[in-house]
């Protein structure tokens, strides 16, 4: 498979995602800390954010904010290209918008270390709230369930591993993924690239 999609990132903060030609469509996912500027250069993309449908054209631009649910599909199956500006959200928004202060916490948590093996009921007891209940509210905030959320977190963790010259094997058994096998498959499903193509996608920007 030809690699059309580059990773250049300066620091943690700024990340630049390029699609050259890509056909590659992403399942609904939430971006934590990061708002994501899009321009599309060539082709049509189509965004379902929030459960809102909207097809964008060559020089559309878009905007996705943090902890928002969307997918990214190209359509009918056609290559587009588009360039995404990946922002931390802290350097231009208030952070005391992200969310209650339980949701932080607990979205804190994960962050820090999404390799760790939490339980739902651990996760409902650190926040003060019964399982069903914190995965509800959980959901009302984030767009994601606590356990996709950590999934997402571990694929983001490996992706810094990898950009730093590490094995797949390696990322695969610090961010705490059980096999290889389970690893390549969530990889892919949020980067639409295996692990071996995503590193070699990277570019870094000196």
Known sequence: MQNNITYCRKNKDVEYIYYRY???SYP??????????????DGEVCIICNG???IYHAYDCFCIIPDTPHTIESVKGSAYSMLCI????????DEAEDGTAYIRKLKSLIMEEP????????????VGMSP?????RFRMECGITP??????CRVRKAQKILEEGKSVIEAAYA???CDQSHFDRCFHKFVRLTPSEYVQSVKRIV
């Not at 390799?115 to 651990?122: Q, T, V």
Request: with cysteine; proline share 0%; aromatic share 12%.
């Open 22 to 24: 890509a056909t590659q």
């Open 28 to 41: 609904m996912h939430t971006h934590a800390c990061h708002v994501t500027l899009g321009w599309v250069l």
């Open 52 to 54: 809102r449908k909207q």
């Open 86 to 93: 990946c922002i931390n959200a802290g350097l231009i928004t």
């Open 115 to 126: 390799e760790k093996s939490i339980m739902i009921h651990d996760m409902a007891r650190y």
């Open 132 to 136: 069903y209940y914190m995965i509800r």
């Open 147 to 152: 356990h996709q959320f950590q999934i997402q």
């Open 175 to 177: 961010t705490g993924f």
